[in-house]
Each structure stands twice: as structure tokens, then as C-alpha cells.
């Protein structure tokens, strides 16, 4: 449930209903507005039964929440929020781009890939150092020696980092090299690895399942949050469809669905949802025109050597013309980019 106060509402009114929700045993989450203060209670409503809120002084209403998700629900929070990562941010001001190679093959390259996408306009670099491969044959990551080569382009460039963690162990090494940790699309539903995230401390992107729906996608973040961490992102890197003609379907409508149901920034990353470099740049002006916070970007500077994915990865050259043309846009979308 929430409990929204009438607007201009004063502190001392705030605290007594906030004393309130505490002294029931429940914990208060609050949002508060230039004009309006919602303030969110998860548990059992049943311990607010006598204490009469509705008739608190300067309580407007009481709403139930339906959804089976609360925190990263948009009545819980009707201001988008705003993830701060390493020196920048991600929100509804500017438009992040996330740039680099799907995997880090040696120092060098992620260097020479971490200084190219920086001149170009992207302010946090991403690379994979765990592969979880559809084929265990192929490539799987250099694990914690990728991470080091991480921090070393941090230091050289002062991009912020992410990378993808698969299991706890990769979490534990991780929290020491990068500003953020990703879980991919086959991990969406891996609870205990949600919750652990939820502990970390670090920012979250968290992508898409391959199948899963809007609600189920949400009730994930709903997992990490639960946890106390509410710095959270969401990706989307396309679904299974029955269409063949791209790796996967990117689904731009779960943008502005996203954007009604969650106060949490929306990414789109059309690398991963196509598969196929020639589609990078115009479904990345479309995911901005429907409102994107931000864009993941594959990034490599020799595509047709890549261990990973080369055939949906823009060139060095490739993503500084991307970068270019989406200036324009983001000046439509009334965001700062670079």
C-alpha cells in the first residue's frame, strides 16, 4: 500500500506518519516530490489496521498497490530515479552509453577499445570477463584477469565499468575491479544470484530473460531491491520470437510500457537484440525516440577477429559516426549526451 500526503504537506506530519508505519513493525519507503510525499509500505497491512491513517493529519489517501512487485513499482515511486554510477549517471537528464568489446581478449585491446568509445561520447565502458556461452566450447573469458585489464582502462580513461557476473564467486571478484555488475538474460530468474546482487552494494543492470515477461522481469528487480538496493537498471536486449531474421526481437514497446509501470531507468541494447551490426544504429535512434535512458553498445576494433560476437559489434570508426548522429537526437529528447 501507499500512503500519499496532501500536497505541500509539512515535515512534522511526514515524521508522525512515518512513526506510525514504524512503530507497527513495518518499514516506510519514501518519495518525496517538490510538491507531493508517497510514502510505501511492504508486509502484512494488517498491522496498521488501528492506527487510522486515513485520518492522519495531512494524509490525502491510502491506495493499494495490486502489482505483485511494490519497490520498483512507479506508485511506490512516482519520480524516476536516478542511478549514480562511478563519476557519472543514469536517468531521464542524459542519454548513457555503454560501449566496448562482448569479451576482453588482452590488455591491449580493451585499452585501445576503452579510449575510442571515451573520445567518442560513451561514459561507461563495458566488457565481458565471464562468458556464459550457449556452447562450452566456445570462449569463455578471461574471469578475474579481464577485470584487472578493467581497472587499468578505468584509471587510463575515467570511464565507470561494468561487467556481467554468473555465480557468487564472479560477484566476489567483480565488486573489487568495476563500478557495476550486469546480470544477463540467462540469469534474470537466478534468485539467489539476484539477491546477491542485492547485497553487493554495487549498481545493477539487470537484462532481460530471453522469454520473460514485463511483470516477471520487474518482480526480478523486485528480488534485488528487496535486498536494499534500489540502484538498479533495466535492459532490454530483445526476446525469443519465431523470427529469424535477427537474433532475437527487440521488444521497443517494453520501453514506454516500462516507463509507465517503474520509476527505474530503461536501456535498450540493440547489439544483443539483433545480431547483426547493419541494424546497431537505426533501432538505437529508435529506442531513444521512445524514450530510452541509454544505450549498450558492442564496440570492437578488428569485429571480424572477435571471440565473441563479432558479427553484431560496430567498428571503432562505426561507433563514433553512431555516436554523432544520436547527439541529435538526445537534443530532441531535450538530454545531455557527452
Not at 492506527?51 to 512487485?69: C, F, G, M
Not at 577477429?305 to 530532441?332: H, K, R, V
Request: glycine share 6%.
Amino acid at each position: 500500500m501507499i500512503i500519499v500526503m496532501k500536497p505541500h504537506a509539512s515535515q512534522s506530519s511526514i515524521d508522525n506518519v512515518v512513526e506510525l508505519v514504524k512503530s507497527s513493525g513495518l518499514t516506510p519507503h519514501l518519495s518525496q516530490g517538490e510538491e507531493v510525499t508517497i510514502i510505501g509500505i511492504v508486509g502484512d497491512k494488517s498491522k496498521l489496521s488501528n492506527r487510522n491513517l486515513e485520518i492522519a493529519p495531512e494524509v490525502d489517501k491510502i491506495v493499494q498497490v495490486t502489482e505483485s512487485y511494490k519497490l520498483t513499482n512507479k506508485k511506490f515511486h512516482p519520480y524516476p530515479s536516478v542511478i549514480p554510477v562511478g563519476k557519472t549517471e543514469i536517468g531521464p537528464y542524459n542519454l548513457t552509453i555503454m560501449a566496448g568489446p562482448c569479451a576482453i581478449e588482452s590488455e591491449a585491446q580493451l585499452l585501445t577499445i576503452a579510449h575510442a568509445v571515451k573520445k567518442a561520447g560513451a561514459t561507461i565502458l563495458r566488457g565481458g570477463a565471464y562468458k556464459p556461452r550457449t556452447s562450452p566450447y566456445s570462449f569463455q573469458g578471461l574471469e578475474e584477469e579481464g577485470l584487472r585489464y578493467m581497472k587499468k582502462a578505468k584509471e587510463e580513461t575515467g570511464l565507470a565499468t561494468i561487467c556481467e557476473v554468473i555465480s557468487e564467486e564472479s560477484l566476489e571478484a567483480a565488486v573489487k575491479y568495476v563500478d557495476m555488475v550486469q546480470i544477463g538474460a540467462r540469469n534474470m530468474q537466478n534468485f539467489q544470484l539476484l539477491r546477491e546482487v542485492g547485497r553487493s552494494g554495487l549498481p545493477v543492470l539487470l537484462k532481460r530473460g530471453m522469454a520473460a515477461t514485463i511483470d516477471e522481469w520487474l518482480n526480478a528487480a523486485e528480488y534485488i531491491m528487496a535486498e536494499g538496493n534500489h540502484n538498479i537498471v533495466l535492459c532490454e536486449r530483445g526476446i525469443r520470437t519465431y523470427e529469424t531474421a535477427t537474433r532475437n526481437t527487440l521488444d521497443i514497446s517494453a520501453v514506454p510500457v516500462l516507463k509507465a509501470k517503474t520509476h527505474l531507468p530503461v536501456i535498450v541494447d540493440p547489439s544483443h537484440a539483433t545480431g547483426v551490426r547493419a541494424y546497431v544504429k537505426p533501432l538505437s535512434k529508435c529506442a531513444i525516440a521512445a524514450g530510452a535512458d541509454g544505450l549498450m553498445v558492442e564496440v570492437h576494433n578488428n569485429p571480424a577477429c572477435a571471440l565473441s560476437d563479432g558479427p553484431q559489434s560496430l567498428t571503432c570508426e562505426q561507433f563514433e559516426d553512431l555516436c554523432q548522429e544520436l547527439a541529435s537526437y538526445a537534443q530532441l529528447e531535450r538530454r545531455t549526451f557527452r
